[in-house]
């Protein structure tokens, strides 16, 4: 079993190693692959020195999988060139998620749908993810007629520089911005950038991803993305509106029973879902569950996970895990 993660040098494609080797993930080949500058360079990956490569040489010597987490056009220009060699490539990046004949894959919920001709999967936005999680089996058993959805973002989605413009603000330093504005003690609603209706790609993301992971074009879904201080995961503020009637205690027993989330909703104790608890973990919280009284068949809940893990790196090689342990791959 050879992998390639593409990108390893970048915040995610550093978690996907990490995860590799905490998944005991069974490779007997890793290559590295990063931008020209770091070719040579060496990783470690669990105990073990490894030099980064090319593209090109990573290509030349295909991998049975290949992770990409280095951005849209890389995966535009170079996941065809792995997949025509049999490469499956598991992409990370916006490039193909909304081609109809791409797969946008969160396995607890659709990834029975792979098959050995999906050469080239994409896995989901990470704001995406956690919130489908938790409405695909609410879905299934009330049918979601309209979606209101309030982000609260890590800055870690951002990348480095975002979490350098913050410590630099922390410390009183004026140094280099990720931002248009300070993102320390702020918060910003500018996630990605402006589409013609006003909308930020981020927003946008949130409503057709959901739409084609769903299988349901129905669903009316409208949203904000908010950027705020915080490093440890993305919170999300749901308002869910059925078709059918519902019980919130059932609600509660079907989240709990979901492969994935873990219901954390005691206002005795005052718990409830947060970025603290949330980060370097890989599951997907679901707290502060109640009706809505405002409107029939309609409930609010609020969902936090860490954007770097289930958000990304731990969606992407759950989907390989998928492919071995189904013998979908075909190298």
Wanted: charged letters at 25%; a positive charge; aromatic letters at 6%.
């Amino acid at each position: 079993m050879k992998i390639a993660v593409v990108g390893a040098t970048g915040m995610v494609g550093t978690v996907m190693l990490e995860l590799l080797a905490e998944r005991n993930f069974k490779l007997t080949e890793l290559l590295v692959v990063a931008s020209e500058k770091s070719i040579g360079k060496e990783l470690l990956y669990k105990n073990k020195t490894h030099k980064i490569i090319s593209l090109q040489d990573a290509v030349d010597r295909k991998p049975d999988i290949a992770l990409f987490s280095a951005g849209g056009n890389i995966s535009l220009k170079w996941a065809p060139k792995f997949a025509v060699t049999g490469t499956t490539v598991i992409d990370n990046s916006s490039a193909w998620r909304m081609y109809e004949d791409k797969k946008l894959i969160v396995p607890e919920i659709n990834a029975n749908t792979l098959s050995k001709k999906d050469k080239i999967i994409a896995s989901p936005n990470c704001s995406t993810i956690q919130m489908v999680l938790t409405l695909a089996p609410l879905h299934k058993n009330y049918v979601i007629k309209r979606l209101v959805i309030s982000t609260y973002q890590s800055i870690s989605g951002t990348g480095v520089k975002a979490m350098q413009q913050l410590k630099n603000e922390s410390n009183g330093i004026k140094g280099e911005m990720a931002y248009h504005y300070p993102i320390h003690k702020n918060a910003i609603p500018h996630c990605d950038v402006f589409e013609e209706n006003s909308y930020t790609k981020e927003e946008m993301k949130l409503v057709r991803e959901t739409q084609k992971i769903l299988n349901d074009k129905a669903i009316a879904i409208t949203a904000t993305a908010v950027r705020i201080p915080v490093i440890g995961g993305h919170s999300e503020s749901v308002n869910i509106e059925f078709e059918k009637e519902f019980d919130i205690k059932k609600i509660r027993q079907i989240l709990q029973q979901t492969q994935g989330i873990i219901v954390q909703d005691n206002l005795k104790l005052n718990s409830y879902p947060m970025p603290i608890y949330a980060q370097g973990k890989d599951a997907v919280y679901v707290g502060r569950i109640r009706r809505d009284y405002s409107q029939e068949k309609t409930m609010n809940c609020w969902i936090v996970s860490d954007n770097l893990r289930k958000g990304a790196a731990t969606n992407a090689i759950q989907i390989a895990e998928y492919l071995v342990e189904n013998d979908l791959l075909t190298n």
